[in-house]
């Protein structure tokens, strides 16, 4: 690699022309802000939407902002949002009919022509998404959804149209949450594939500098329009103690040695009930979770009934209707439901798609109302592994 | 108007505020859709106009807190073909339903000037409670969009789409703050069922819990962090005690909070 031509360096002025650059392409640009007390992603327009001087500080059940002592553009980790909210919308529509007047009682469907079948696919999506400010965590979610969206015999038209195409610029984590743990996970902090173009903040007294790496031809063409200049060595090495040092404050540690045979070995572990005690079945986790799929969908029509429509919804496997099965929930318990929440993210993800289905974000742990924390249940089912309760529970 | 008959609907008040008949009249954009597929058969608060029943369609507000509602209620069950209670007074018993844990006795005297004129029951209770009930729809008030829900799956013979879940699940999807996490506000949402598209958190405030207990609701271990979050044991136990005091959950996490 030369670093020369693939890693040049900007400074603030250079970041909002690469901004710039980018909208003059076409895409809507999305990034970090603040909004209601936290740090959201949203429709930005240049480098004065970004949350500069904040910082956020989380740990379970708990998020504030904080002001930093510098200007940084992106200094505090990920927020409730991931950047699923745009490429699995939170409520979408599958298919649409209407009643042909000639057809008198014919229920119609997709087949009916005009009004009919129209989903929200790439027309739904609007113009090509740019996202700025990606963390690695957030790159292998993406690619994690990629798998399941877009893997395999069936690919869904709606995060198809709306993952076409996206320009992701990348940031490597300037610093870890109380709640991050990618390094457990083997996703981050430094992004290292899957990006456009991949930028790590260098803040030092006076200077603020972008250390930017190229990882595309577009990638590149957005950069010939941007003022700078090729990196030396002492920004990349800059770069590299960036990285060193987040990976070095990880808040969080998951072991997941063995963690697949470990979890399908204690299905009966009595950490299920202690857990089961304290979890809300609320669903927040799952809802802020970047790589949770899972969705319901929804009949709704019109009073007249002339027009009927099916939306898709953002679900959990925290609802009763989740598993409901003709006549009953299968996990009616809130210990089946906590176990298969963290069974899937951790162990039966590797089965059904070849990867874990936790990048180790921390986003379920800050944002579960009462803090409950996927590191610290795995801990103790492998600190208690074998352990079984009084008697089996018999639940699925 | 021409084509086949329209079901009759008919809405029936019990001990309640209006609200809730309110929420129907509110659907501005819908009511000439909701004329057009339904007869208002008898509807004293829209019109004057009553046909006589049955009816298709029952919508009851309020509960029953009086010997003729009791003896009422039976009269409208059996005049209508499918009855759907709308709101936490109908479906829960209501903020009267306080009463249900004191002496209605006591209280006589110093609201009224003649109490011996006051015939009334001990208790507030819904109306599932005194007569069978095909749905019932929560909220105080109700959703209209919920409310145009179930009258649309009664005309088309669908289910309903009500979930079950939290209030938690609303809020996520429509990309609103936690007010518990990220501001440190006592909620209920996480044990309160969906319905109300999250209002309180979207203007920053806790849930109240309007929609009475969400299916698998936790409420011991949510009154825990409440009481993290610096609430008092006693203003725990008021917080379950407000629109649906008499919902089984929320009923006996009022009482565990009493307990010196
Ligand atoms: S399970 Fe938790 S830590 Fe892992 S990816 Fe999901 S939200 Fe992030
Ligand atoms: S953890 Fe639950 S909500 Fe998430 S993908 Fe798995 S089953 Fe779906
Ligand atoms: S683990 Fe936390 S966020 Fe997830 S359902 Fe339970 S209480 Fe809610
Ligand atoms: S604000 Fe309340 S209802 Fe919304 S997610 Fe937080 S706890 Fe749940």
Known sequence: MEPATLQRVIDRAGLDQLLAAIARRGFRLIGPAVRDGVIVYDDISSSADLPAGWTDEQDGGHYRLRRRDDDALFGYAVGPQSWKRYLFPPTSVVWRSARDKDAGQDPGGAADGDANGAPDGAAGAGAPMAFIGVRSCELRAIAIQDRVFLGGQHTDPVYAGRREGVFLVAVNCGQAAATCFCVSMDAGPKAESGFDLALTELLDGERHEFLVEIGTGRGADVMSEVAGRPAGRTETQAADRVTEQTAASMGRHLDTGGIKDLLYGNFENPRWDDVAGRCLTCGNCTMVCPTCFCFSITDVTDLAGTEAEQQRSWDSCFTMDHSYIHGGSVRASSRSRYRQWMTHKLATWIDQFGTSGCVGCGRCITWCPVGIDITEEAAAIRASDGATGEEGHGDA | ?260
């Open chain 2, 1 to 260: 108007m021409t084509g086949p008959p329209r079901p009759t609907l008919a809405v029936w008040k019990f001990a309640s505020c209006d609200g809730c008949q309110l929420t129907l009249l509110n659907c501005e954009d819908e009511l000439a859709d909701i004329a057009a597929s339904v007869q208002v058969a008898n509807f004293p608060e829209a019109s004057r106009e009553v046909i006589a029943g049955p009816y298709d369609l029952s919508l009851v507000e309020g509960s029953i807190t009086t010997p003729a509602d009791a003896e009422r209620i039976r009269a409208v069950r059996d005049a209508s073909r499918f009855l759907v209670t709308i709101g936490a007074c109908a479906s829960a018993g209501g903020i009267q339903a306080l009463r249900n844990f004191r002496e209605a006795d006591e209280y006589l005297p110093v609201v009224y000037a003649r109490p011996d004129y006051i015939d009334t029951l001990r208790t507030s209770t819904p109306i599932a409670d005194h007569v069978g009930v095909d749905f019932e729809l929560r909220g105080c008030p109700i959703d209209r969009h919920q409310l145009l829900d179930v009258i649309s799956a009664f005309l088309h013979g669908r289910k309903p789409s009500v979930p079950g879940y939290s209030v938690c699940l609303e809020c996520k999807r429509a990309g609103i703050t936690c007010v518990m996490v990220a501001h440190g506000t006592p909620c209920l949402g996480p044990v309160t069922q969906a319905g109300c598209r999250a209002l309180c958190p979207s203007c920053a405030r806790g849930c109240y819990g309007c929609f009475g207990p969400m299916e698998t609701p936790n409420t011991a271990a949510l009154s825990a962090r409440w009481r993290e979050l610096g609430v008092s044991r006693p203003d725990v136990g008021r917080a379950f005690r407000t629109f649906n005091a008499n919902s089984g959950p929320f009923r006996e996490e009022a009482e565990a909070n009493d307990a010196p």
